[in-house]
Structures are given as structure tokens and as C-alpha cells.
């Protein structure tokens, strides 16, 4: 496997009481700060939001999807427009997830076959294959700053013996994508799956680290199981990938886990946790989240939330944003939106000072005793 990107990931600092650590990812467009929460923006765009309000929010890489933009518009219209950067106006890093999940969830459409899935379209119903070759193919269109392989992702519950085979075909896919042409500077991350069981975990980090990926991802977690199932399959697979690597935790997103999950090693992470519980009317804060939609807010002149720095908060009031929300206009979703990116940057920035000084034992402490667990 060719690594174009050896010496792209640095670790600044490391807990001397867990393994979180402080650290600096070049990419090839620009430097990313970890550990960092990537917004997602499924088909090319992060919803409700333009580029420049993710640059103000503090945004630094977000994350799109190969499967969604291969439905539409397709991926060789994007590359005639210039690639994805240039097609959505974001000049800042892009993660690619290889449509390997949304194959997951087309569970009732989809045939796996040993060379990739066939499924039917979730837009028009046409009959589509999606393998290896293909996932690669696709974001070497898109001209993403990261790949991700194709693999298969278990469903939760299952047993040991499916579990086994949706590894070890992740295990094959992912040999076959390393083989693959990139796109330039282009970096390729591998993804451990295994289900909840251990052994299996074990085993396919292993044979994954052997194929020598610019980084890793801990994916098929956060599809049922328990917060602290999720977290012990994040250790097991950490524990037998390379340090010098950055490491990802795929789809986790509520702010107590990605601090458990930053103490166990990871620097990556993405969710749609911020915009989507903003379309749904609630807010985010240091503490959790709560209804803004709710009637006691109808003359509340407070900001969204005490303190806050963004746009939404200096400007207007809840009572405004509640009365935007409740009478459908798009603004309130906007700015709800606005507050909850910018509550999510704050949060990571605190991991990151709190490595930096030497307190991420006592932010961990308050994050546990004040942030309500969902």
C-alpha cells in the first residue's frame, strides 16, 4: 500500500492520566487541531449553514458521504466542477465516509455479495453496486482530503458468527481499496469492525494496522448498543492500532462520550447531533440540551445561552428564535443551528486547553458531574 502521507499526524502532548492526546493533522487543505469534531455534511453541504458561518463557528474539516453524492449529483460531475471543494465552496479539509453505513441501514434492499453490496437507490428504487473498487473510485472523484474504505457494518444485536463474516469481509475490502489510485495527497483511513465482541475487534485491528493505512477508524458503534459497550469496543480496537496515527470514532457525538472516548486515545469525531436536534427545536449548552420550542421561552429575552459568543446569541433573543421556530421560518432553524456548531467548537477547544494545561482530569470530572446523560 502506498502511504503518500507519513509524517501528516503530530502529537503535541500527551494525559499523563489517560491516553487522550493533543495533536496537529495536515492535510491537503490545511491543518486540522485534535482531538476535532467534524459537522457532517452528508451531501455536500452541512445543513442550514454556509461555508463561511462554519469558518465564523470555527469549523475546521467536515464530513461528506461517497454513497449520497454518488446518487446525486454523481461524482463525475463534481470532479468536472473542480472537486467537491470547489463544487460546495469549502476550502477547508473533507472526510469522506465510503457509503459503507447507508448500505447498512438499506438492510431490506440489499444483496452482500463477496466483491461488494447490491442495493436498491433510496431516491428512485434503480438497482446499484457498490464494492471496494467502487468506494475508491468515487472519492478519488470527489477529491476528499481523507478516504475511508468500504466496509460492512454489523447490525447490534448480532451474533458471533455474523459478526465474524461482516469482519472478515471488511477485512478483504479494505486490502482492495489500499490498492486503489487516490486522489492527490489524498489519505486513506482503515475501519475495525467486530461487532461488540472483543476477539473480533482484536482481530481485525490487527490485520488492519499490518496493511499500514494513514489512520484508523473505530467504526460499527453508536447503531444501538449501550454507551458503555460502545466505549469498551472503542478501547479494545484502540488498543491494538499504531499511536503515530490519528484515530477516529465513527458517528459518536453527544459531548460526554467524546470526552470518555478522548481519554481512551481518539482525536477524531463526527455526528449530526448539532444540526439535527436544531431542526428539531432545541438548543444545546455546556450542560445539555433543552426545548426551545417550549412555551415558557415566549418572552424570554435571554440569549439561547448565557454566555455564548456566536451570532445567534448576541443578537437575538430566545423569545424570537422560539417564536421563528414555531412559526416554521427558516431562520429559526438557522440560528438554532448557528448556536449549536458554535457550542460543539467551544466544547472541543475546552478538550483541547484542558490537554494543553495539564486539566483534562478535572474537565473530565465536570464534564461527568454536569453535563446530563442522555
Given at each position: 500500500?502506498?502511504?503518500?502521507?507519513?509524517?501528516?499526524?503530530?502529537?503535541?502532548?500527551?494525559?499523563?492520566?489517560?491516553?487522550?492526546?493533543?495533536?496537529?493533522?495536515?492535510?491537503?487543505?490545511?491543518?486540522?487541531?485534535?482531538?476535532?469534531?467534524?459537522p457532517v455534511?452528508?451531501?455536500?453541504t452541512?445543513?442550514?449553514?454556509?461555508?463561511?458561518?462554519?469558518?465564523?463557528?470555527?469549523?475546521?474539516?467536515?464530513?461528506?458521504?461517497?454513497?449520497?453524492?454518488?446518487?446525486?449529483?454523481?461524482?463525475?460531475?463534481i470532479?468536472?466542477?473542480?472537486?467537491?471543494h470547489?463544487f460546495?465552496g469549502?476550502?477547508?479539509?473533507i472526510?469522506?465516509?465510503?457509503?459503507?453505513?447507508?448500505?447498512?441501514?438499506?438492510?431490506?434492499?440489499?444483496?452482500?455479495?463477496?466483491?461488494?453490496?447490491?442495493?436498491?437507490?433510496?431516491?428512485?428504487?434503480?438497482?446499484?453496486?457498490?464494492?471496494?473498487?467502487?468506494?475508491?473510485?468515487?472519492?478519488?472523484?470527489?477529491?476528499?482530503?481523507?478516504?475511508?474504505?468500504?466496509?460492512?457494518?454489523?447490525?447490534?444485536?448480532?451474533?458471533?458468527?455474523?459478526?465474524?463474516?461482516?469482519?472478515?469481509?471488511?477485512?478483504?475490502?479494505?486490502?482492495?481499496?489500499?490498492?486503489?489510485?487516490?486522489a492527490?495527497?489524498?489519505?486513506?483511513?482503515?475501519?475495525?469492525?467486530?461487532?461488540?465482541?472483543?476477539?473480533?475487534?482484536?482481530?481485525?485491528?490487527?490485520?488492519?494496522?499490518?496493511?499500514?493505512?494513514?489512520?484508523?477508524?473505530?467504526?460499527?458503534?453508536?447503531?444501538?448498543?449501550?454507551e458503555?459497550?460502545?466505549l469498551?469496543?472503542?478501547?479494545?480496537?484502540?488498543?491494538?492500532?499504531?499511536?503515530?496515527?490519528?484515530?477516529?470514532?465513527?458517528?459518536v457525538?453527544?459531548?460526554?462520550?467524546?470526552?470518555?472516548?478522548?481519554?481512551?486515545?481518539?482525536?477524531?469525531?463526527?455526528?449530526?447531533?448539532?444540526?439535527?436536534?436544531?431542526?428539531n427545536?432545541?438548543?444545546?449548552?455546556?450542560?445539555?440540551?433543552?426545548?426551545?420550542?417550549?412555551?415558557?421561552?415566549?418572552?424570554?429575552?435571554?440569549?439561547?445561552?448565557?454566555?455564548?459568543?456566536?451570532?445567534a446569541?448576541?443578537?437575538?433573543?430566545r423569545?424570537?428564535?422560539?417564536?421563528?421556530?414555531?412559526?416554521?421560518?427558516i431562520?429559526?432553524?438557522?440560528?438554532?443551528?448557528?448556536?449549536?456548531?458554535?457550542?460543539?467548537?467551544?466544547?472541543?477547544?475546552?478538550i483541547?486547553?484542558?490537554?494543553?494545561?495539564?486539566?483534562?482530569?478535572q474537565?473530565?470530572?465536570?464534564?461527568?458531574?454536569?453535563?446530563?446523560?442522555?
Amino acid at each position: 500500500m502506498k502511504q503518500n502521507n507519513s509524517n501528516a499526524f503530530q502529537i503535541l502532548q500527551t494525559d499523563s492520566g489517560t491516553r487522550a492526546r493533543r495533536g496537529r493533522l495536515m492535510t491537503s487543505h490545511g491543518m486540522v487541531e485534535t482531538p476535532v469534531f467534524m459537522p457532517v455534511g452528508t451531501q455536500a453541504t452541512v445543513k442550514a449553514m454556509t461555508p463561511a458561518e462554519l469558518e465564523a463557528d470555527g469549523v475546521s474539516m467536515i464530513l461528506s458521504n461517497a454513497y449520497h453524492l454518488h446518487v446525486r449529483p454523481g461524482e463525475d460531475l463534481i470532479a468536472r466542477a473542480g472537486g467537491l471543494h470547489r463544487f460546495m465552496g469549502w476550502q477547508r479539509p473533507i472526510l469522506t465516509d465510503s457509503g459503507g453505513f447507508q448500505v447498512f441501514s438499506l438492510a431490506t434492499m440489499r444483496k452482500i455479495r463477496e466483491d461488494g453490496v447490491e442495493f436498491n437507490s433510496h431516491v428512485d428504487g434503480r438497482r446499484l453496486f457498490l464494492g471496494p473498487r467502487e468506494a475508491m473510485a468515487i472519492q478519488r472523484g470527489l477529491g476528499s482530503d481523507i478516504a475511508m474504505v468500504f466496509d460492512e457494518c454489523a447490525p447490534y444485536p448480532c451474533d458471533h458468527k455474523y459478526a465474524c463474516q461482516a469482519m472478515e469481509r471488511t477485512l478483504t475490502w479494505a486490502a482492495v481499496c489500499s490498492q486503489q489510485a487516490r486522489a492527490d495527497g489524498q489519505q486513506v483511513f482503515g475501519i475495525v469492525q467486530g461487532g461488540t465482541y472483543d476477539d473480533l475487534r482484536r482481530q481485525c485491528a490487527e490485520r488492519l494496522a499490518a496493511m499500514g493505512f494513514d489512520g484508523y477508524a473505530v467504526g460499527g458503534v453508536s447503531v444501538g448498543e449501550s454507551e458503555d459497550l460502545m466505549l469498551a469496543s472503542a478501547s479494545v480496537s484502540l488498543a491494538q492500532l499504531p499511536e503515530e496515527v490519528p484515530r477516529y470514532l465513527m458517528g459518536v457525538g453527544h459531548m460526554r462520550q467524546i470526552v470518555e472516548a478522548v481519554a481512551l486515545g481518539i482525536d477524531m469525531f463526527d455526528c449530526v447531533i448539532p444540526t439535527r436536534v436544531a431542526r428539531n427545536g432545541s438548543a444545546l449548552t455546556r450542560t445539555g440540551r433543552y426545548p426551545l420550542k417550549a412555551a415558557r421561552y415566549k418572552e424570554d429575552a435571554e440569549p439561547i445561552e448565557r454566555g455564548c459568543g456566536c451570532y445567534a446569541c448576541r443578537t437575538f433573543s430566545r423569545a424570537y428564535v422560539r417564536h421563528l421556530l414555531n412559526t416554521d421560518e427558516i431562520l429559526g432553524v438557522r440560528l438554532l443551528t448557528i448556536h449549536n456548531l458554535h457550542r460543539y467548537m467551544e466544547f472541543m477547544r475546552d478538550i483541547q486547553v484542558a490537554l494543553e494545561t495539564g486539566a483534562f482530569a478535572q474537565f473530565r470530572k465536570t464534564i461527568r458531574e454536569t453535563v446530563v446523560k442522555e
